[in-house]
Protein backbone atom coordinates (compact mmCIF):
# COMPACT_ATOMS: atom_id res chain seq x y z
CA UNK A 1 0.00 0.00 0.00
CA UNK A 2 1.21 3.49 -0.77
CA UNK A 3 1.33 6.05 1.99
CA UNK A 4 2.14 8.88 3.51
CA UNK A 5 2.45 9.52 7.31
CA UNK A 6 3.41 12.92 8.85
CA UNK A 7 4.94 14.23 11.91
CA UNK A 8 2.87 15.67 14.75
CA UNK A 9 1.41 18.43 15.56
CA UNK A 10 4.24 21.46 16.52
CA UNK A 11 3.23 24.25 18.86
CA UNK A 12 5.86 27.14 18.41
CA UNK A 13 6.19 30.75 19.05
CA UNK A 14 7.37 33.56 16.59
CA UNK A 15 10.82 33.50 15.34
CA UNK A 16 11.26 29.75 16.19
CA UNK A 17 12.37 27.49 13.54
CA UNK A 18 10.61 24.12 12.67
CA UNK A 19 11.49 21.59 10.03
CA UNK A 20 7.85 18.89 9.64
CA UNK A 21 8.53 15.22 8.21
CA UNK A 22 6.63 13.09 5.44
CA UNK A 23 8.07 9.82 4.96
CA UNK A 24 7.09 7.68 2.00
CA UNK A 25 6.04 3.94 2.24
CA UNK A 26 4.83 1.14 -0.72
CA UNK A 27 6.36 2.68 -3.81
CA UNK A 28 9.83 3.76 -5.11
CA UNK A 29 10.35 7.57 -3.32
CA UNK A 30 12.87 8.78 -4.86
CA UNK A 31 11.31 8.20 -8.16
CA UNK A 32 8.07 10.54 -7.52
CA UNK A 33 7.51 13.99 -7.18
CA UNK A 34 6.14 14.93 -3.49
CA UNK A 35 4.83 17.94 -2.78
CA UNK A 36 3.61 20.36 0.16
CA UNK A 37 0.09 21.59 0.49
CA UNK A 38 -1.09 24.59 3.08
CA UNK A 39 -4.38 24.99 4.55
CA UNK A 40 -4.87 28.11 6.63
CA UNK A 41 -7.46 27.64 9.42
CA UNK A 42 -11.31 27.96 7.55
CA UNK A 43 -9.25 28.58 4.09
CA UNK A 44 -8.79 26.74 0.85
CA UNK A 45 -5.80 24.51 0.22
CA UNK A 46 -2.71 26.20 -1.63
CA UNK A 47 -0.05 24.12 -3.20
CA UNK A 48 3.50 25.16 -1.76
CA UNK A 49 6.17 23.35 -3.81
CA UNK A 50 7.53 19.80 -4.93
CA UNK A 51 10.74 18.03 -4.73
CA UNK A 52 12.32 15.14 -6.63
CA UNK A 53 13.95 12.98 -4.32
CA UNK A 54 15.84 11.57 -7.18
CA UNK A 55 17.93 14.77 -7.58
CA UNK A 56 16.65 16.95 -4.94
CA UNK A 57 15.41 19.30 -7.94
CA UNK A 58 12.42 21.53 -6.14
CA UNK A 59 10.31 24.31 -7.93
CA UNK A 60 8.20 26.89 -5.77
CA UNK A 61 5.13 28.34 -5.62
CA UNK A 62 6.01 32.41 -6.45
CA UNK A 63 3.70 32.87 -3.49
CA UNK A 64 6.16 30.40 -1.19
CA UNK A 65 9.58 30.79 -2.88
CA UNK A 66 12.02 32.33 -0.09
CA UNK A 67 9.39 31.29 2.51
CA UNK A 68 10.19 27.90 3.10
CA UNK A 69 12.31 25.35 2.29
CA UNK A 70 11.57 21.47 1.04
CA UNK A 71 14.30 19.15 1.41
CA UNK A 72 14.23 15.70 0.69
CA UNK A 73 16.30 12.47 2.11
CA UNK A 74 16.09 9.97 -0.53
CA UNK A 75 17.91 7.21 2.32
CA UNK A 76 14.96 7.34 4.60
CA UNK A 77 12.28 8.05 2.09
CA UNK A 78 11.19 11.05 3.97
CA UNK A 79 10.27 14.39 2.94
CA UNK A 80 10.72 17.72 4.64
CA UNK A 81 9.07 20.99 4.91
CA UNK A 82 10.78 23.88 7.14
CA UNK A 83 10.85 27.44 8.44
CA UNK A 84 13.93 29.63 9.78
CA UNK A 85 11.74 31.94 11.54
CA UNK A 86 8.21 31.63 12.21
CA UNK A 87 4.92 33.87 12.01
CA UNK A 88 1.80 33.77 13.45
CA UNK A 89 0.33 33.93 10.08
CA UNK A 90 2.39 30.06 9.09
CA UNK A 91 -0.63 28.33 11.28
CA UNK A 92 -2.03 26.08 9.25
CA UNK A 93 -2.43 22.32 8.71
CA UNK A 94 0.34 20.79 5.98
CA UNK A 95 -0.47 18.26 3.81
CA UNK A 96 2.13 16.07 1.91
CA UNK A 97 1.33 14.84 -1.31
CA UNK A 98 2.79 12.48 -3.89
CA UNK A 99 2.74 14.08 -7.09
CA UNK A 100 2.18 11.26 -10.16
CA UNK A 101 3.20 12.09 -13.02
CA UNK A 102 5.95 13.78 -15.48
CA UNK A 103 7.17 17.79 -14.93
CA UNK A 104 6.20 18.10 -18.93
CA UNK A 105 2.56 17.33 -18.26
CA UNK A 106 1.23 17.58 -14.77
CA UNK A 107 0.46 16.04 -11.45
CA UNK A 108 -2.06 13.85 -9.55
CA UNK A 109 -1.57 14.31 -6.30
CA UNK A 110 -1.92 10.59 -4.58
CA UNK A 111 -1.74 9.73 -2.04
CA UNK A 112 -2.08 11.96 0.82
CA UNK A 113 -0.52 12.51 4.27
CA UNK A 114 -2.95 12.78 7.23
CA UNK A 115 -2.16 16.72 7.98
CA UNK A 116 0.45 18.02 10.55
CA UNK A 117 -0.94 20.83 12.61
CA UNK A 118 1.62 24.17 13.31
CA UNK A 119 0.51 26.73 15.32
CA UNK A 120 2.46 29.70 16.05
CA UNK A 121 1.73 31.47 19.07
CA UNK A 122 2.98 34.03 21.49
CA UNK B 1 -0.33 35.90 -11.12
CA UNK B 2 -2.59 33.06 -12.16
CA UNK B 3 -5.65 32.95 -10.33
CA UNK B 4 -7.97 29.76 -10.78
CA UNK B 5 -11.85 30.29 -9.88
CA UNK B 6 -14.46 28.01 -9.07
CA UNK B 7 -18.20 28.94 -7.87
CA UNK B 8 -17.94 29.55 -3.86
CA UNK B 9 -21.02 27.47 -3.01
CA UNK B 10 -23.52 25.20 -4.68
CA UNK B 11 -26.80 23.40 -3.59
CA UNK B 12 -28.24 20.35 -4.99
CA UNK B 13 -30.93 18.08 -4.16
CA UNK B 14 -30.47 14.24 -3.18
CA UNK B 15 -29.96 12.23 -6.54
CA UNK B 16 -29.77 15.27 -8.36
CA UNK B 17 -26.83 16.55 -10.85
CA UNK B 18 -24.62 19.13 -10.56
CA UNK B 19 -21.76 20.47 -12.20
CA UNK B 20 -18.90 22.54 -10.56
CA UNK B 21 -16.22 24.61 -12.78
CA UNK B 22 -12.74 26.01 -12.56
CA UNK B 23 -11.52 28.75 -14.62
CA UNK B 24 -9.16 31.46 -15.03
CA UNK B 25 -8.96 34.76 -14.78
CA UNK B 26 -7.01 34.98 -17.78
CA UNK B 27 -7.29 32.67 -20.41
CA UNK B 28 -9.21 28.71 -20.92
CA UNK B 29 -8.60 26.05 -19.69
CA UNK B 30 -7.41 23.09 -21.47
CA UNK B 31 -6.32 19.17 -21.20
CA UNK B 32 -2.64 20.81 -21.40
CA UNK B 33 -3.21 22.48 -17.77
CA UNK B 34 -4.48 18.59 -16.49
CA UNK B 35 -7.10 19.59 -14.26
CA UNK B 36 -7.87 17.26 -11.42
CA UNK B 37 -10.28 17.34 -8.56
CA UNK B 38 -10.41 17.03 -5.00
CA UNK B 39 -12.96 16.54 -1.91
CA UNK B 40 -12.49 17.87 1.43
CA UNK B 41 -14.86 16.72 4.43
CA UNK B 42 -14.04 18.92 7.40
CA UNK B 43 -11.18 17.31 9.30
CA UNK B 44 -9.46 14.99 7.38
CA UNK B 45 -7.53 15.21 4.51
CA UNK B 46 -8.31 15.81 0.63
CA UNK B 47 -9.15 12.96 -1.43
CA UNK B 48 -8.29 12.60 -5.16
CA UNK B 49 -11.50 12.09 -7.74
CA UNK B 50 -10.22 12.89 -10.83
CA UNK B 51 -7.05 13.65 -13.00
CA UNK B 52 -5.96 13.84 -16.24
CA UNK B 53 -9.52 15.89 -16.20
CA UNK B 54 -11.33 12.99 -17.03
CA UNK B 55 -9.84 9.69 -15.33
CA UNK B 56 -11.33 8.37 -11.87
CA UNK B 57 -9.23 7.66 -9.05
CA UNK B 58 -9.32 3.86 -7.91
CA UNK B 59 -12.58 3.72 -5.65
CA UNK B 60 -14.33 6.76 -6.51
CA UNK B 61 -17.88 6.25 -7.53
CA UNK B 62 -19.09 6.17 -11.47
CA UNK B 63 -21.05 9.40 -10.29
CA UNK B 64 -18.36 11.83 -10.92
CA UNK B 65 -16.69 12.65 -13.80
CA UNK B 66 -14.66 15.18 -15.20
CA UNK B 67 -14.83 17.24 -18.38
CA UNK B 68 -13.69 20.35 -20.31
CA UNK B 69 -17.32 22.36 -20.70
CA UNK B 70 -16.50 25.40 -22.69
CA UNK B 71 -13.43 27.14 -21.17
CA UNK B 72 -13.41 26.07 -18.00
CA UNK B 73 -12.60 22.30 -16.54
CA UNK B 74 -15.67 20.54 -14.79
CA UNK B 75 -16.49 18.30 -12.03
CA UNK B 76 -20.34 16.69 -12.71
CA UNK B 77 -21.98 14.38 -10.13
CA UNK B 78 -25.29 12.92 -11.60
CA UNK B 79 -27.09 11.42 -8.62
CA UNK B 80 -25.93 13.35 -6.07
CA UNK B 81 -25.65 11.09 -2.36
CA UNK B 82 -25.69 12.98 0.96
CA UNK B 83 -21.94 11.76 1.42
CA UNK B 84 -20.85 14.13 -1.14
CA UNK B 85 -21.54 17.33 0.62
CA UNK B 86 -17.93 18.45 0.93
CA UNK B 87 -15.73 21.13 -0.67
CA UNK B 88 -14.38 20.53 -3.86
CA UNK B 89 -11.18 21.74 -5.01
CA UNK B 90 -9.35 21.77 -8.67
CA UNK B 91 -6.06 21.95 -9.78
CA UNK B 92 -4.35 23.18 -12.76
CA UNK B 93 -0.73 22.67 -13.89
CA UNK B 94 1.01 25.33 -15.23
CA UNK B 95 4.53 24.09 -16.69
CA UNK B 96 7.77 24.18 -14.71
CA UNK B 97 6.54 22.19 -12.00
CA UNK B 98 4.51 24.84 -10.95
CA UNK B 99 0.35 23.95 -9.89
CA UNK B 100 -2.63 25.85 -8.56
CA UNK B 101 -5.78 25.22 -6.17
CA UNK B 102 -8.98 27.21 -7.04
CA UNK B 103 -10.74 28.91 -4.18
CA UNK B 104 -12.74 25.43 -3.38
CA UNK B 105 -16.48 25.19 -3.55
CA UNK B 106 -18.84 23.91 -0.74
CA UNK B 107 -21.43 21.47 -1.79
CA UNK B 108 -24.61 21.49 -0.22
CA UNK B 109 -26.84 18.31 -1.01
CA UNK B 110 -30.27 19.42 0.89
Known amino acids: EVQLVQSGAEVKKPGESLKISCKGS????????IGWVRQMPGKGLEWMGIIYPGDSDTRYSPSFQGQVTISADKSSNTAHLQWSSLRASDTAMYYC???????????????WGQGTLVTVSS | QTVVTQEPSFSVSPGGTVTLTCGLTSGSVSTDYNPSWYQQTPGQAPRTLIY???TRSSGVPARFSGSILGNKAALTITGAQTDDESNYYC??????????FGGGTKLTVL
Open chain 1, 26 to 33: GYNFPTSW
Open chain 2, 52 to 54: NTK
Open chain 1, 97 to 111: ARHQGRLRDGFNLDP
Open chain 2, 91 to 100: LLYLRGGISV
